[in-house]
């Protein structure tokens, strides 16, 4: 069963606020949720997997009908052109008939086939191979949203972080040139108060160009038309209450690990496969059952019929008794197989185990950047405050008000750069252990 369908417009309805810009296009204000569900819901490549999976339930259902009665009709006409003649002494004489008819059905049953009910097993785990590539699927879309929706608060918290000490440079500036015309300042100080402000305008239009691209890939992700404009309802600090409950609850079991599902799953199959090969040293029994009438008469083949019933029943056995090794080789790589199953799990739990360790380190040290970078911010802007104290009271240089200012735009760069690192770093490693709430985005149990 599909992803319960959203279509965007009723979504957006409910979860959304839309706003009309002067231009006539809509502005849709999404939460990081509103985000993944319409992802979910709408991505091609959720839409894929999900028919593959009835592709192969398909796969499964060819396969067992082949347990059933196979029934054919079959109809044939022939007509004598020379019939056949003997010859006895003198005699010619000339057998057979103008026209032959026959209609019939014919059937056959697979009674005793060991290798097709194996593969019927086949089958079975090759659809719960392709519900967790699903699954995979969609914890990796959901993966893929998160960061592109952080990377884009990111964008828009160091976009406002710019234009705020761009704005107060701004101010500086106006101040220097109004102390000028009054002989306060020197105009080495206008000048540079000027250039500062000045110099900050690229850095807006940069932060505000990745915003758009980042807008585009996380609608890209969603399946949303470019022509939507997107606007996340959410800052990176909202989310630094849930942080730390994160780090504190997170459990760091790989029984949900996408790879290590889907590797296990190939092990049963390898192991199915193995028993599917070791069934081709029995013998099959098929049943079958004909039952036809025939027709033969001379002049126009329209009439004159004279129909005789056939039937005919058989069993056939058929065993393979020798086939030049094949069999007992095609097994020995089979088990083969198996094994190396086994050891490939090993060495992938042993690597996972080290990469969780690893995020998980990652989330601590971003924790501590965090409040070390809060700490900074709060010293900067203290800093700040005391310098625009001075600066009015005309005792602050243009240098002094430059540092303490250039100190703040780099404190809160780096406090929220922290925080998105930490996100991401969440992100990751929910997507390492599989334990994505999907059932919080509406994905039924089945795909789950």
Known sequence: MHLKKLSKIALI???LTTTSLASGAETLNVTLDDCIRIALSDNPSIIVADMEIQRVDYSKKETLGQLFPNVDFSASYSRTLAKQTFVMGEQRIKVGTDNSHSVGFSGTLPIIVPALWKSIKLSDNQILQNIENARSSR???VNQVKNAYYALLLARDSKRVIEANHETALLTAEIFKKQFEIGVASE??????RVAATTLEPSILDAQNS?????LQLKVLMGMDANVDIEPSETLDSYKAMMYDYTMTVDTSLVNNPSLRLLDLQTDYMKKALETQKMSWFPNLYGSINYSWNSMSNGS??????WSPYSQAALSLSWNLFSGGQRYFKQKE???AVNEMKWQRENLTRTLNSQVETQLNNIKSNLKQIESNAASVALAEKSDNIMQESFKLGVGTFLQIQDTQNALLGARLSYYQAIYNLLVSQSNLELMLGNAPLAKYGVSNEQR
Do not use: G, H, W
């Not at 080495?188 to 108060?193: E, F, I, S, V």
């Not at 915003?211 to 807008?215: C, E």
């Not at 083949?301 to 004279?306: A, L, R, S, T």
């Open 13 to 15: 309805a409910v979860a």
């Open 188 to 193: 080495y100080d206008m000048t540079r108060a």
């Open 211 to 215: 915003i758009d691209a980042l807008k």
């Open 334 to 336: 089979a088990e083969i």
């Open 301 to 306: 083949p329209f009439k004159n019929f004279n």
């Open 139 to 141: 914890l990796s879309l």
